[in-house]
């Protein structure tokens, strides 16, 4: 584990709503890295495909886990459990793709994933690199362009649903 945060959920929601006392009732997340063949990596593996493939009638191949040894592994825990992951992939020494971006279904919808997008960025720049590329699926589009993320080139297919390419310059200057 390179670092880690906790942070907790609506956080910067309800700070700016000034209601911080509610906040405290909340159950803290931690995103942090997980070791390739660890448990928690195992785990996160059962999740992308319990999220990114079962609904669609698939599951995942060896080859959509070959990039796996390559990449960073980072995991949201709630609680002890894991309730969110997605890896970094570095395609050279500035970009790196966020790849197989899951959260539990009871977990969507409560911060899970802007807290592990916002922790990647931070990451990512620890680690030297500039831009943040990745292949989103279309209905997810609204969540990362809420993040800052933006699309480019032509809609495609890829395991039957559309995608669209979008990436961020990442900043330390601007909080990402
Ligand atoms: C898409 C996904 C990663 C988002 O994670 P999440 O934890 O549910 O999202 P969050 O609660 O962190 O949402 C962050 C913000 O994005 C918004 N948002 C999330 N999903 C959205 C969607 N599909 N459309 C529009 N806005 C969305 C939230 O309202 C929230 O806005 P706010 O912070 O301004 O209130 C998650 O729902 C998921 O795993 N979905 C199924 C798998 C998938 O599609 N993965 C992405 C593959 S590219």
Not at 125 to 130: T, V
Request: a neutral charge; proline letters at 4%.
């Amino acid at each position: 584990m390179l670092y880690s945060f906790n942070w907790r959920r609506s956080e910067s929601r309800n700070m700016a709503r000034g209601n911080v006392e509610q906040d405290r009732s909340e159950a803290a997340l931690e995103v942090r890295q997980v070791e390739l063949g660890s448990p928690e990596y195992r785990a996160t593996v059962e999740l992308r495909n319990q999220i990114l493939r079962v609904p669609l009638g698939l599951e995942l191949t060896p080859a959509d886990l070959a990039s796996d040894p390559s990449s960073y592994h980072l995991a949201c825990f709630c609680k002890g459990d894991i309730v969110g992951c997605l890896l970094l992939f570095p395609r050279s020494d500035t970009e790196v793709a966020m790849r197989g971006v899951a959260v539990a279904s009871n977990s969507q919808g409560q911060g899970v994933g802007r807290a592990m997008v916002e922790y990647s960025e931070q990451f990512a720049l620890r680690h030297g690199f500039s831009l943040m590329t990745l292949d989103a699926r279309e209905m997810a589009v609204p969540f990362y362009e809420r993040l800052g993320y933006v699309k480019y080139g032509e809609r495609f297919e890829k395991v039957t649903v559309p995608h669209w390419k979008m990436s961020k310059r990442l900043s330390s200057e601007h909080g990402a």
